[in-house]
């Protein structure tokens, strides 16, 4: 059986597209914006930050940790979501390196 399409390709070159499919919404870039803002983890609100039913927010909310951004823990009832800083990090690290592969103009 032959390979599948992503194991055609380098783990670095996989991460980044995963990460470009996470930012590759606007709501997602919106729950980033806003749990970069807090302190803490955010519970609740982040449906009130949205026009957005809760279950859409929740497949956004999936999405984002599936790529590693956001880290999620369960606190009672209620999934409190915040950024998680050193996937945060690697993901601005690897696509910094991408977007300055070629020198522009």
């Not at 919106?30 to 930050?49: P, Q, R, T, Y």
């Not at 209620?78 to 800083?85: E, H, L, P, S, T």
């Not at 910094?96 to 020198?103: D, E, R, V």
Request: aromatic share 4%.
């Amino acid at each position: 059986m032959g390979l599948s399409k992503k194991e055609e390709f380098s783990v670095k070159q996989n991460k980044i597209a995963d990460i470009a499919k996470a930012l590759g919404h606007p709501a997602r870039i919106a729950i980033l914006e806003f749990l970069a803002k807090s302190d803490s983890c955010m519970c609740g609100s982040i449906v009130d930050e949205l026009p957005l039913s809760q279950s859409t927010v929740s497949q956004h909310l999936r999405e984002l940790k599936n790529a590693g951004l956001i880290k999620g823990e369960i606190d009672g009832a209620k999934v409190c979501y915040c950024i998680n800083d050193k996937a945060f990090e690697e993901a601005r690290g690897l696509l910094a390196i991408f977007l300055n592969k070629k020198s522009c103009c």
